[in-house]
């Protein structure tokens, strides 16, 4: 579920940017700080799920968080997931197949 919440997310950002940069509403990106950004959004949004995660276990015993190894696996497949979206989206623009 991390993996596909990362891809999912990622897609999302992507498509946000790619939209915004043809609405001229921010100046386009090089494929290179594209990627990074995406991915650093996606790890972002990771981190603050897992944060979360571990308020809503501390203040209402949940149990959504089983340890630090689910913690990092889920962090890991996420951002994971994250990876791909941006650099589809990247290189396909870069062909102007959009």
């Known amino acids: 579920m991390h993996f596909i919440g990362g891809l999912s997310i990622a897609f999302a950002y992507s498509t946000l940017m790619i939209y915004l940069e043809k609405e001229k509403k921010i100046k386009p990106l090089s494929k290179k700080v594209f990627v990074i950004f995406i991915i650093s959004l996606v790890a972002l949004t990771a981190v603050l799920w897992e944060f979360s995660e571990f308020v809503s276990d501390a203040l209402f015993n ?8 689910d913690t990092m ?16 989206k990247s290189v396909k623009n ?5």
């Open 94 to 98: 870069s062909r102007n197949e959009f």
């Open 62 to 69: 949940f149990g959504a968080q089983q340890g630090l190894p």
């Open 73 to 88: 696996l889920d962090l890991f497949l996420g951002i994971l997931g994250g990876l791909f979206p941006p650099i589809f």
